[in-house]
């Protein structure tokens, strides 16, 4: 499968095999054209018995996730293709059912164990972190483009209805960040931006410091 994803996504990239060497040695992972080839050759090898490299290590799928700037779930699931995705011996997995695995959002085991509930949970929470601090730079964005239109004095009343969704906004935060914090895991890093509309509206963020 990663040998596949490789070839596909450096012929989308447009690099050649000995571009995406030079990018994996600039990284610290001293990669050759030839060991592009070869990775690439494992792909034909699975069909016909051509010969080809047969593992890259943790390092090497960082890297080639940095290179090919992609998630590293990417390299390892092609939901295009609809093919199952091979985990371990005896144990597959349809793409999307992989995918979601991999990002700790569906357990492949119904229901999931509790080692499982334990890692993802805060996967989980930080991702609504993410969101939310996303949908908050779109509602700044969207009042400062609006602001930016009008002459000073003017829409009062859509002012006032921004600066209400951006406190539902900051208040839904609240919660996945207090989450993390019942958990035991230090919140993720918040635009300053953010922490600071917070403080103007008197929203506590815990964990904001």
């Given at each position: 499968?990663?040998?596949a994803r490789?070839?596909e996504?450096r012929?989308?990239?447009?690099?050649?095999?000995?571009d995406?060497a030079r990018?994996?040695?600039?990284?610290?992972?001293?990669?050759?054209?030839g060991t592009v080839?070869?990775?690439?050759?494992?792909?034909?090898?699975v069909?016909d018995g051509?010969p080809?490299?047969d593992?890259?290590?943790a390092q090497?799928?960082?890297?080639l996730a940095?290179v090919?700037?992609?998630?590293?779930p990417?390299?390892?699931?092609?939901p295009?293709a609809?093919t199952?995705?091979?985990i371990?011996?005896g144990?597959?997995?349809?793409?999307?059912t992989?995918?979601?695995?991999?990002?700790?959002?569906q357990?492949l085991?119904d229901?999931?164990?509790?080692?499982?509930d334990?890692?993802a949970?805060?996967?989980r929470?930080?991702?609504?972190?993410?969101?939310?601090?996303e949908?908050?730079?779109?509602?700044?964005?969207?009042?400062?483009?609006?602001?930016?239109l009008?002459?000073?004095?003017?829409?009062?009343?859509?002012a006032?209805?921004?600066?209400r969704?951006?406190r539902?906004?900051?208040?839904d935060?609240?919660?996945p960040?207090?989450?993390?914090?019942r958990?035991?895991?230090p919140?993720?890093?918040?635009?300053?931006?953010?922490?600071?509309?917070?403080?103007?509206?008197g929203v506590?963020?815990?964990?904001?410091?």
């Open positions: 499968m990663v040998a490789v070839r996504l012929e989308r990239s447009g690099l050649s095999q000995a995406l990018k994996m040695a600039e990284l610290g992972t001293p990669w050759k054209r080839v070869n990775l690439e050759k494992r792909a034909a090898a069909r051509a080809g490299r593992a890259v290590t090497e799928l960082l890297a940095r090919f700037d992609v998630p590293l990417w390299l390892l699931v092609d295009e609809g199952a995705v091979p371990a011996k144990v597959e997995a349809a793409p999307w992989a995918l979601l695995w991999l990002v700790g959002k357990a085991t229901p999931p164990g509790p080692a499982w334990h890692a949970l805060p996967i929470q930080a991702c609504q972190v993410a969101t939310l601090a949908r908050f730079g779109q509602l700044r964005t969207h009042r400062e483009n609006v602001a930016a009008l002459p000073d004095g003017q829409d009062a009343d859509r006032e209805e921004d600066e969704q951006e539902r906004v900051l208040e935060l609240t919660r960040l207090s989450a993390l914090l958990l035991g895991y919140p993720p890093p918040l635009p300053d931006d953010l922490i600071k509309r917070a403080a103007d509206l506590e963020l815990d964990g904001e410091g």
